[in-house]
């Protein structure tokens, strides 16, 4: 239900690149929750995430600027 509406709303290209950010988003939240420690290779993988993100959404990043 959830990924329908946001495809509807965004467009399945920037619905799909969200859906990047789902493994920084799971990890902050076990850290939240349960505890769980962030280490230094969370903390890689979600500036390559986040950076892969960018690099793919660039263009228009710099058209709407």
Do not use: D, Q
Not at 6 to 12: D, N
Request: charged share 10%; no cysteine.
């Amino acid at each position: 239900v959830a990924w329908n509406s946001a495809v509807s709303k965004i467009g399945p290209v920037a619905a799909t690149n969200a859906m990047y950010l789902l493994p920084p988003a799971a990890a902050l939240a076990a850290w939240a929750m349960l505890r769980e420690p962030i280490t230094m290779w969370h903390g890689i993988g979600g500036v390559l995430i986040l950076g892969g993100i960018v690099i793919l959404r660039w263009e228009n990043l710099r058209k709407s600027s």
